[in-house]
């Protein structure tokens, strides 16, 4: 069993989502004690987005691809390899902005490749049938009845950017991140504490360990 582990958060050691992801893994390697791990971290090192010089690559015949063409389609196939080579895909999901870091985005634009991701000619995604786990936090409350309800674009977005490749995402979120290190929002501590305690305990029944209850 394989496990591929992407962190995109830039916060270090203050990531809810860098904890949460380190907590799942410390699970799926209770359950897999001779499983294998591949680790990226997006915030610390990320992919180049697509450009007018490479990104062109995906629309061009690979026989008539630039150096910098060529560079980039290489790129995508070592991510799509590492996609491949998985049995379970885990990944940290902040959120920025509203919507996903631009480092996600560009994870995500390096693996729609036609042949590799996906089959140009039936559209028929070649990277489903994986677990893929995604471990979303957010600073704030965006659930129903919140003020900013509907203003997360990232979690609704990440299904529909991966749709063509068969990839298909279980969430688990967290929420109010930021209540315990923002004083005017000090009485919501309860509530993020809740969110946390839920999302916590549902990563840790994710991959049980044989034998053991969790």
């Known amino acids: 069993m394989h496990l591929l582990h992407i962190d995109s958060s830039i916060r270090g050691d203050w990531s809810v989502s860098r904890r949460l992801t380190a907590r799942a893994v410390d699970a799926w390697r209770a359950a897999h004690p001779d499983g294998t791990v591949t680790y990226r971290d997006l915030g610390a090192e990320p992919l180049p987005h697509l450009d007018a010089a ?3 690559a995906r629309m061009t015949p690979p026989d008539q691809h630039t150096p910098a063409q060529r560079d980039s389609w290489e790129l995508s196939g070592r991510l799509v390899n590492e996609v491949k080579q ?5 990944l940290g999901l902040p959120l920025y902005n509203y919507g996903a870091p631009s480092s996600v985005k560009s994870w995500v634009d390096h693996l729609i490749v036609p042949g590799l991701a996906y089959d140009p000619t039936t559209q028929e995604g070649l990277l489903g049938g994986r677990e893929f ?4 936090t957010r600073g ?3 659930g129903e009845g919140a003020p ?10 990440l299904p529909h950017g991966l749709s063509l490749t ?5 969430f ?4 109010l991140t930021l209540a315990p290190s923002v004083p005017a929002m000090a009485e919501l501590i309860p509530l ?11 990563i840790d029944n994710l991959w049980p360990s044989a034998g053991t209850a969790r």
């Not at 688990?172 to 929420?175: L, Y």
């Open 133 to 136: 786990v995604v471990l979303a």
């Open 172 to 175: 688990i979120s967290a929420e």
């Open 140 to 142: 704030g409350g965006y």
């Open 192 to 202: 993020h504490e809740a969110s946390l305690a839920r999302a916590e305990k549902e």
């Open 148 to 157: 900013r309800n509907g203003w997360d674009h990232a979690e609704p977005w």
């Open 54 to 56: 490479g990104g062109l």
């Open 166 to 170: 068969g990839m298909q995402p279980r």
């Open 86 to 90: 998985a049995d379970v895909v885990l």
